[in-house]
Each structure stands twice: as C-alpha cells, then as structure tokens.
C-alpha cells in the first residue's frame, strides 16, 4: 500500500492548519473566565522579564571586535553544512571547542529573490502574495550562510542539540522581491546559562551599501556542567490571555518548512529523528511559529518595526494552540493548558539606521 504523499510546497498555510482557522467571536472574548481573571484582549503581558532569554542590543560592544572578513563567491549548500555537522558529532571525531565566538564574519554579495521559493514561503506561513519580502524570508535567504559559521570546527557550541531560544528582527524599511542583498554573518555574546551556553548569531541584509535588516538569533547549547549563568525565572506563570484565534497545526508544517527553509533538522521531520533528542514527536520549527504569528498581524505591521520573540516550549506536532495580539504590540502561542510556546513584541521604528 502507497504511502502517504510528502506535502509539496505549494501548500497553502489552511492545510498546514487544518480547516479553517477559528476565529473566536467578540462576545466570547468578552465573557469572564471561569478563572476570574481579566481575558480581554486588552490584558497584556509584561515581557520585559524575558530579557534575558531573547537577544541583546550589543552594537556598542560588537563594534569593538575586529573581526577578519571573508567574502563567499555564491551562497552556501545547506545540505553539505548539515552533513558536516552530523559527522562532527560522531565519537571520536569531536573536536575541542573554542573559548570565544570565531573572530571572523562571512559574507555573500548580491543575493537574488527566487520568486517561486517566495511564493512557496508565503503560502507556508501564511503570508499574502506581495512583491514585499515578509521579515523573516531574509533570515531564509541568509540562513546558509550562518549555518556555514555555525558548522565550523572552532564554533564555540556544537550545531546537533543546539536549541533556538531566541530571535528579534530589525525591519529597516520594506524590502522588494526585485532588489538583490548583500549578507554578512558573525556570532557574538557567548554567555554561560543555567543549562550551558548561549550565543548570538548576527545575520545582516543590506541593499546597495545600506543596511535594511538584521537578525539576531541566540542559540543555547546544552552541556551537561552547567554554565553557571542567570536561571530563567522560576515565577508562577502569568495566566494567558483569552485566544483571538485557535490553529490546529498538522504534522506536515514539519516537512514542508523543512523544503522553503532549508533547515532539515530532524526533530522537526521524523518521528525518529525527534525521539533521539529527547521529543515524543516532531516538533514545529521556531521561525515557522514567529512567521505564522507575524502573518496574522500583518495588515498592522508598519514598513519600518523591530520584533522579539522567545520560544518557550517545543511545539508537537500535531498540535492545537491558540493565538492572541494585543494593541501594544504584544503577542504569543500558548497550548490549551495556557503554557507558553512563543512570547513576543512587535515595536514600531523611529528611524531607518545612518
């Protein structure tokens, strides 16, 4: 008997969500929880305590590294990279990891938008089909090439296991699907953690000599002597606020963010691959979750903003979760026990950088 067909990239973001997305009436958003807290979408959360778990503005620090530059003639295959780093971690040919982040920053010059792989993009996450690169295709195109750092032998923490705990993008100004980005990379920041060591890894967009977008994604690299760092906060979590919108997410966001991504890690594809780190079950990629977020707020994202996200616990596939936004900017995916899969904040910039 056939097996089931691989979702292709032409899948559309309500058969990656099963069925529609409910949408929660306004009456019932209004309605008391039975916990007696306030549920209204006007409840906010205060995520200046997640500070610590997401990225740092460290420009003044970073522009006092001399960091050697080297200049890549095409963008990186992922696949080689992934397959570098999985031989890595074979017994016996771990290397010694390097105290600090490589001095060093990667670019590619002149980066094309592959039009079709935008069109497959958005349709995963849910994007409208615009001649506007959504915030996080950038982080897709220049993924490559932070994987190419990531997967050096003096990368201070191992690719395998690594966890993505972190992300904020700095939207400068709106990006076109027929402008060509000239991409740097480097890591900073590594910092000891409760449960070992974290990096941030820069990834940097530019048009004709002019920045106009930045990520910073942090990473978490577990160990088993722990880093001695903050702990995370061990509060009471604060109750979620009621969902404008509940998501049935299926098993094949896995496979198909896998394809417009590149990112082929298994946890996020095979059952197997999930299970020997550690997971029941595949679980949603990071950056799928925040473009999904970012897809719903997009009729109310200005040309020029920053967004943060932390991701809190793994999504399983298949899940349900709920969605809420609030009108300052805050947002999240919590599962249906009110535990937290993402947190995040959309702000809104003054001004495109000198």
Known sequence: MAGPKEPSDDLTVDELIEGPTQVIPERDLA??????????????????????????????????????????????????????ALLGALPGRRGRRAPQPPSVELAVAEVAVDRSHLAAYDRVCGFRLTDRLPATFPHIMGFPLALRLMTAPDFPIPLTGVVHVGNRITVHRPIRADETLDFTTYAENLRPHDRGRQVDVVLVGSVGGEEVWRGVSTYLGKERTPGGGERRDRAEPTPAPAASARWRVEPSVGTAYARVSGDHNPIHTSRLGARLFGFRRPIAHGMWSKARCLAALEPRLPDAYTVDVAFKLPLPLPSTVNF???????????????????????RAEGRAPS
């Open 31 to 84: 309605a008391p929880h039975p916990g007696g807290h306030d549920v209204s979408l006007e409840s906010t959360h205060d995520l200046s305590a997640l500070a610590d778990d997401r990225t740092h503005d460290l420009t003044a620090t970073a522009a006092r590294v001399v960091r050697s530059r080297v200049e890549l003639a095409q963008m990186p295959a992922a696949g080689a990279l992934y397959r570098r």
């Open 324 to 346: 809420n936004s609030t009108p300052t900017g805050n947002f999240a995916i919590h599962d249906s026990h009110a535990r937290p899969h993402l947190l995040g904040t959309v």
